[in-house]
């Protein structure tokens, strides 16, 4: 496994409108939407986990 | 008074002593003109500017009542060592929020060290739910920061909580208390949280709060001591 590749483990834990905790099998990680997920950016952290879990 | 060249004067033939007088004197056109120095003169004069004598727990301090003077070595205890004593702030609003955060440089980490990080919450005001949690990642910011735990949630009116946490290192993985259990210290058995950790790389211990309203909830982590075990 390539040391940046992570493999959801989980649902995520929504803490605010824009962050929330992603288990993998390296940790929780704190994401928010000042990420982007293949360049596409989010105004909230629904859509954004919509987007990176692939529903 | 006789008179004799000074290179003509008998040896003392023994060290110079405080209580030594040295008297010469001049002839002059009324007589003799005598001049005088004392032993303590001369050897306060030689030793101008000269480190006295060290005597111990005199002018020269001890460690832990052992003396310095002397060869050798003496080994201080430098386990644990604190690599860092921080004030975070206060901070109000619902979002999660750096408080403080803590720098472990690379090569700081070996394996076998313990981290043991100690510290306490307070807020000033609120009456709803705060939430303390601590991360780490390798740059100072909460975004892709991994979880390592969380403290008690603060609610109504608990405005203080200690903190406390150790963490193992064994060259690959942080070892930790249960990242998802909430608790002020890991004075019991838990789950194990692994955390992969890379020693040759810069990483943050961030501590982070999040109040479930916004002001006056003012969550904040306090004198955060950061040792480790060796």
Same mark, same amino acid.
């Given at each position: 496994?390539?040391?940046?590749?992570?493999? =959801?483990? #989980?649902?995520?834990?929504?803490?605010?409108?824009?962050?929330?905790? *992603?288990?993998?099998?390296? #940790? *929780?990680?704190?994401?928010?939407?000042?990420?982007?997920?293949?360049?596409?950016? =989010?105004?909230?952290?629904?859509? =954004?986990?919509?987007?990176?879990? #692939?529903? | 008074?006789?008179?004799?060249?000074?290179?003509?004067?008998?040896?003392?033939?023994?060290?110079?002593?405080?209580?030594?007088? @040295?008297?010469?004197?001049?002839?002059?056109?009324? $007589?003799?003109?005598?001049?005088?120095?004392?032993?303590?003169?001369?050897?306060?004069?030689?030793?101008?500017?000269?480190?006295?004598?060290?005597?111990?727990?005199?002018?020269?301090?001890?460690?832990?009542?052992?003396?310095? /003077? $002397?060869?050798? !070595?003496? +080994?201080?205890?430098?386990?644990?060592?604190?690599?860092?004593?921080?004030?975070?702030?206060?901070?109000?609003?619902?979002?999660?929020?750096?408080?403080?955060?803590? /720098?472990?440089?690379?090569? %700081?980490?070996?394996?076998?060290?313990?981290?043991?990080?100690?510290?306490?919450?307070?807020?000033?005001?609120?009456?709803?739910?705060?939430?303390?949690?601590? &991360?780490?990642?390798? %740059?100072?910011?909460? %975004? $892709?920061?991994?979880?390592?735990?969380?403290?008690?949630?603060?609610?109504?009116?608990?405005?203080?909580?200690?903190?406390?946490?150790?963490?193992?290192?064994?060259?690959?993985?942080?070892?930790?208390? !249960?990242?998802?259990?909430?608790?002020?210290?890991? &004075?019991?058995?838990?789950?194990?949280? @692994?955390?992969?950790? !890379?020693?040759?790389? +810069?990483? &943050?211990?961030?501590?982070?709060?999040?109040?479930?309203?916004?002001?006056?909830?003012?969550?904040?982590?306090?004198? @955060?001591?950061?040792?480790? &075990?060796?």
């Amino acid at each position: 496994m390539n040391e940046s590749e992570f493999h =959801f483990e #989980g649902e995520a834990e929504i803490l605010s409108e824009t962050q929330a905790h *992603v288990p993998t099998d390296r #940790g *929780v990680i704190f994401m928010d939407t000042t990420m982007t997920i293949d360049n596409e950016s =989010f105004n909230n952290i629904n859509d =954004f986990l919509t987007k990176l879990y #692939g529903k | 008074m006789s008179k004799i060249k000074i290179s003509e004067l008998i040896p003392k033939d023994a060290p110079l002593s405080t209580t030594d007088l @040295l008297m010469i004197s001049q002839e002059t056109p009324d $007589g003799f003109e005598s001049k005088s120095i004392t032993g303590a003169e001369i050897i306060e004069s030689a030793q101008e500017g000269l480190q006295r004598t060290l005597v111990s727990g005199e002018n020269i301090k001890t460690v832990n009542s052992t003396s310095l /003077l $002397g060869s050798g !070595n003496i +080994n201080v205890q430098a386990n644990p060592r604190t690599f860092a004593s921080v004030n975070g702030s206060n901070l109000t609003g619902t979002s999660n929020q750096i408080s403080a955060s803590v /720098l472990i440089s690379s090569g %700081t980490l070996v394996a076998n060290n313990t981290i043991y990080i100690k510290g306490f919450l307070n807020k000033t005001a609120g009456t709803t739910t705060s939430t303390p949690r601590f &991360y780490i990642n390798t %740059t100072n910011s909460l %975004t $892709g920061a991994t979880l390592l735990g969380a403290g008690q949630g603060m609610g109504t009116s608990v405005f203080f909580q200690r903190f406390e946490r150790n963490i193992f290192f064994d060259g690959t993985n942080l070892n930790g208390f !249960n990242s998802a259990t909430s608790a002020a210290n890991d &004075y019991t058995s838990s789950g194990i949280t @692994l955390t992969p950790f !890379n020693p040759a790389t +810069n990483y &943050y211990l961030i501590f982070a709060v999040q109040n479930s309203t916004t002001t006056p909830d003012n969550l904040g982590w306090k004198r @955060l001591i950061v040792q480790i &075990y060796d």
